[in-house]
Each structure stands twice: as C-alpha cells, then as structure tokens.
C-alpha cells in the first residue's frame, strides 16, 4: 500500500536520502518501499532537476535483486542511463586517444572532474554525465601540448595565443574537432586574476598517478582534489550546479575517507584563501548526504564559525534549482541596485566595452584587429536582445523578476562572501 496522499511527498529530501554513500541498502530500500506511481514520478523528476537522474537505474535494479522492489519508471531510467553510457563511452575513447599521445610527446597531463571521476569514484560509465574533458599540463607545456592536439585534428574554438598575458582565464578555448567531445586544457584551477593563490608547482609535487581511460596519468592529490571540487561548485559555478555537483564531492570524501589527511587539506585551503568556500561545501556535504566530517575542520578554517543563515542560502541556491523567465547575471544585478542614472551608465558602458582580450575571445578575432572595434556595436545587440527584456520587465514590476532579483542577489552575495579579503 502506497504513502498516505495527503502527506506532501518530499521528493528533494527522499532523492538526498538515497544516493547519500552511507546509506545500506536496507535503508534504501525502506526509503522507497511504499512509494506509489506519483511518488515515483516525482523522485524522477526531481533526479532530472538535479542532474542524477542516471545514477538512480544501476541502484534501484540492484534494490531490485537484493529486496524485491518494484521500480515502475525502471525503463525510463534505464534509457537516460544507456544513452549516457554510450555518450561517455566515446568521451573515454577520445580520452585515451589524447592521453596516450601527450605521454608519447612526453607532457604529463592530469585529468580533471569527469574524466577522472567517472571510473575512479562513480565506477560505472553510465551514471554521470560529462560535457567536454578537462586535463591539466604544466604552462610550460603548453605549446607542444596544442602542436599534439592539432595533429589529432582538434583547434581551439576560438582566439587564443599563448603570447597574451591570459591571467583572466584558465585554461585554453575549447579545442574541438569534426566529431568527439570537446577538451578544456587547464594549466591552472583558477584565473590567475582571481583573489586566490594556487600555486601550480605545489599542485604537481601532490599529484597522484591514476589510470583514466586505460591510461596510466595523473590525478590532483586528494585534499587538492576536494578544494577544486568545492571551489568549482560553489565559487566558480556560484552554487549552481545542483546535487550532482555536491555528490562529486561527497563520493570523493566517502571513498578516500582513509587516505584523507584533513589537516593538510586546512592547511592547502588557508594558502590558497579558500577557507569559506571549502567550509561551506563541506558543511553542506555533510548536512544533506550524511558524509561526517571531522569537527575540527571546521574551526579550523573558520574558527569563528559558520553562520546559519549562510548555510540556509547556500542550500537554497544549490538545491531549489527553480527555474525562472529572467536571468540576472553579476553585472544586471549590479545595475538594477545602481540609484544614480550615472552609475548605471556607467555599469551598463563596462559591460558593452569590455576588455579587447575578453571581446577577442568571444567573437574569434585577433586583438590587434581594426574590426574588432564593429564587435562592441555586435555585443551591444547581444545585450539587448538576451537581457534587455529583463530590466524592462523588472521596471515595470512584472510577475516573477523580484524574486528572480532576490536569487541573483542571494547568489552575489554569497560570491562576495567566500572571496578572499572581501568586505
């Protein structure tokens, strides 16, 4: 017999409770026991919201060998996670192609996310997704890791030159080819103009050998590993990425639990200024996927201590994932607070006149261009055309813009709150 209907259905706290890595299959299987067809479509859609969706097929046909449980969205589940096996399938192939070919050119690279993930902390090729591959090589490497590339057929999608200074990026465009999954090159986590000081060199005297796509590579050492990820979700990606994000780390935590040295993890956080953004990951893995995490990681990086009410946000913004008609990125935020009709002008001038590198980039023409001037005039109607309808529909009070206003301003927030020295 299904849950009383009449109780509202928690699907975002079931979901949580399921793919938690502590969680026994005895418990999973009461968590799900008595759910009923609506139940079970919520679960799903909520998966699909957070980005799990194929990682719930291999665990509930597992639940359904062991205890018997009925899973009525079984064939749904079981189509999203073939078609990510078979898409991750040819990302690996592409993988190994371009690993076994920067170490015959002699040019150490580390896998980065997903491409390490997948095999060595999820285990299966079909319940993660992946968009692109990201590798990491030394800067001095650069060079011959773009000639190794480019014999492999792949080209950044767009401007790029190693002559550039490149302190607001960190890794090269995109290098593509005509068919395969595209391949981020870092030579650093984070933008060289970022407020955070990684230092590359002690990135590779941590780093660890790993087999990724039949290779024998590299891999960021583990409490290296665990600040990226947590930078990525909650700095970088300003918390939203959703559960996916949250479960890279958890999994990551879970199953290096033993090889974790947490006071060197404090120590790598505090050189690096990422003591609130890792403080605040941390505690939302441990919060809502139920990974325990020493105590006293977290007085010691903020010996002050965590305020609830920014954890309450962070969750929100993670986990709410609500979709609404506006977006409001840093700079319109920025502009919808401005009073003085100068100041907007002013913040509405930055954001069409942006830096010739940026606009270089963007539109795929050299810096030193005489046309690259007539790509202010096409970033300008870019603006308009994606954002304008915005600001008009948040002056005339339309239905929707405030409380999309109040998440992106909760997301800036929040921003400001884990950079290094900030007020």
């Known amino acids: 017999m299904g849950k009383d209907m009449t109780q509202p259905f928690d699907s975002l706290g079931t979901l949580l409770k399921l793919v938690s890595p502590c969680l026994s299959a005895r418990q999973q299987f009461a968590l799900l026991d008595e759910l009923d067809i609506r139940h079970w479509s919520a679960l799903f859609s909520e998966a699909e919201r957070q980005g799990v969706t194929p990682l719930l097929y291999p665990l509930l046909t597992k639940l359904e060998a062991s205890h018997a449980l009925r899973v009525p969205i079984k064939d749904l589940l079981y189509q999203d996670f073939m078609s990510t096996a078979g898409l991750n399938l040819l990302t690996l192939r592409d993988a190994e192609i371009l690993l076994t070919t920067l170490s015959k050119a002699g040019i150490p690279a580390a896998g980065l996310k997903g491409v390490y993930l997948l095999e060595a902390v999820y285990g299966n090729v079909g319940v993660r997704t992946m968009t692109d591959i990201d590798i990491l090589v030394k800067k001095k490497d650069l060079a011959g890791c773009i000639a190794s590339m480019k014999e492999l057929g792949y080209h950044p999608n767009t401007y790029f030159s190693l002559d550039d200074e ?95 040295d947490w006071q060197k993890l404090t120590q790598i956080a505090r050189s690096w200024g990422s003591e609130r953004a890792t403080a605040l990951t941390l505690q939302l893995v441990e919060t809502h996927l139920s990974v325990p995490i020493p105590e006293e990681v977290y007085s010691a990086l903020l010996p002050e201590g965590l305020d609830p009410f920014i954890l309450e946000e962070a969750c929100s913004q993670l986990l709410n994932r609500v979709r609404t008609e506006d977006h409001f990125t840093p700079d319109l935020v920025e502009l919808s607070e401005a009073q003085n009709p100068l100041l907007k002008m002013k913040i509405g001038l930055q954001r069409v006149f942006i830096p010739r590198m940026a606009l270089a980039r963007l539109y795929n023409v050299a810096p030193n261009s005489l046309k690259i001037m007539g790509y202010y005039f096409v970033r300008l109607k870019y603006l308009i055309k994606h954002y304008g309808r915005t600001l008009l529909r948040l002056q005339r009070g339309a239905e929707g813009t405030e409380s999309a206003l109040r998440q992106a301003e909760t997301a800036n927030f929040l921003h400001t709150w884990m950079t290094p020295n900030a007020e």
């Open 166 to 260: 490149n302190i607001d990026t960190k890794h090269i465009p995109p290098m593509e080819k005509e068919s395969g999954c595209a391949v981020e090159v870092h030579w650093t986590l984070l933008e060289e103009n970022e407020p955070f000081t990684i230092n590359p060199e002690a990135l590779w005297d941590r780093m660890r050998s790993a087999k990724i796509a039949n290779v024998e590579a590299l891999t960021l050492g583990v409490e290296d590993l665990i600040l990226h990820l947590c930078l990525h979700l909650t700095y970088q990606h300003y918390l939203k990425l959703g559960l996916r994000g949250l479960l890279d780390i958890a999994l990551v935590i879970h199953k290096f639990s033993g090889q974790i």
